[in-house]
């Protein structure tokens, strides 16, 4: 009768130190060391449990869409931007022209109007051959005017260089005018400080601002009169729908920077709405300020 000898068992291999270690701190490179010839069923399981633990750790905390960083707002403020664009191009390239020195021109910011308009400032060589200084003209269908060469200049630019608000400043902000006194809406959120500033908050859930809804709100006082109010608005979608309310209200923002999620509507000697996007949180606020130059009382 023939005996059946039995394979000899493999021995069983140990993980070293340095392969642990590589295992604990970097599974996704060193866990797939375990699959080599030797290494126990039990080993296998406990690094590539570790692998699998880290994966689903990762997952959670990569950020979504409505946290962390976010793109930059799709919400179309200025229809005309292509239009501004070239004629702010065509004014560096009618400018220098009309100057003594062309080759010297050195341009200070330069913003469009319309399709046909742009305003700035340049720098260039006078008749001495001295740098003027930053001197502002306007470009208006291919002519050009300068500050200290045109006796209507000043009254051009404000016609044509300073973008105005298409509508009126609002009144005031969440039913209270500006100047107005707190009312039975709001609780103090601080004691009242020695020059007479106050900080209130709703007593309840904030209401929301223009349809759109707000985590957080709070109205600043000058006396018991009413001169800022800043809304909290968390999420992107958020974000924009506020940015939509805003410019179908008022327009254009007079400035803003579409990247960094920065807008403006600004209504000289009355009053400022700033909505800022805070990336690194996902939230926006929006502050209505009063200007200081205005009568608060």
Known sequence: MALSVAAPSEPRRKISIPLGIGIALLPILFAWFLLGRGYSTTARVIGFG?????????????????????????????????????AAYMAKQAVPTAMKDPSSAEFGEVWGMSATIACGFVNGKNGFGAMAGQTPFIYDAGNVQFQESSANFVRNWKKLCV??????????????????????????????????????????????????????????????????????????????????????????????????????????????????????????????IRDEKADRH
Do not use: C
């Open 163 to 288: 973008d105005k608000p298409k509508v009126a400043a609002p009144t005031g902000v969440a039913g209270i005018r500006w100047g107005g006194k707190p009312t039975s809406a709001l609780k103090p959120y601080m004691p009242e400080t020695d020059e007479g500033l106050s900080l209130y908050v709703p007593t309840g859930k904030p209401e929301p601002l223009e349809g759109v809804p707000v985590a957080e709100a709070n109205f600043s006082f000058d006396h018991k009169h009413l001169y800022s109010a800043d809304f909290y608005i968390n999420g992107v979608k958020q974000r924009d729908a506020i940015l939509r309310k805003l410019v179908d209200k008022y327009g254009t923002p007079q400035s803003y920077d579409q990247g960094r999620g920065n807008f403006s509507w600004r209504w000289p000697k009355v009053m400022t709405i700033h909505l800022r996007f805070g990336a690194d949180h996902g939230a926006t606020t929006v502050t209505y």
């Open 50 to 86: 570790w692998l699998a633990l880290i994966a689903i750790m990762m997952a959670i905390n990569q950020p979504t869409p409505e946290s962390g960083t976010a793109t930059a707002s799709q919400v179309d403020v200025d229809p005309q931007r292509v239009d501004k664009d070239r």
